[in-house]
């Protein structure tokens, strides 16, 4: 499964950004999809996830700011960032979670600037 992001960039706080994941197989074949985030000196962490059956999942975080959704005939899932904040500052990532085997895309930075 090969994972490509894009629509990172930088945007000041308050700002939206939306980010795409375009997986290289059908979507609904993945068991979860999910973005994760690292910031430097920082573990990576869950942000949003969405499972194949369309139930989502949010970091505290992120809550009432991200939403996760996904496009079965694109085979991309999004994250809607709205409401951004400088500590939202990081590489996200989008990963697959196929059977027992984790896929992760190459990431992408977005950075929110006070």
């Known amino acids: 499964v090969q994972l490509v992001e894009s629509g990172g960039g930088l945007v000041q706080a308050g700002g939206s950004l939306r980010l795409s994941c375009v997986a290289s197989?059908?979507?609904?074949?993945?068991?979860?999809m999910g973005w994760y985030r690292q910031a430097p000196g920082k573990q990576r962490e869950l942000v949003a996830s969405i499972t194949g059956g369309g139930s989502t999942n949010y970091a505290d975080s992120v809550k009432g700011r991200f939403t996760i959704s996904r496009d079965i005939a694109k085979n991309t899932v999004y994250l809607q960032m709205n409401s951004l904040k400088p500590e939202d500052t990081a590489v996200y990532l989008c990963?697959?979670?196929?059977?027992?085997?984790?896929?992760w895309g190459q990431g992408t930075q977005v950075t929110v600037s006070s």
């Open positions: 197989v059908s979507i609904f074949s993945i068991n979860v």
């Open positions: 990963n697959a979670y196929v059977y027992v085997v984790d896929y």
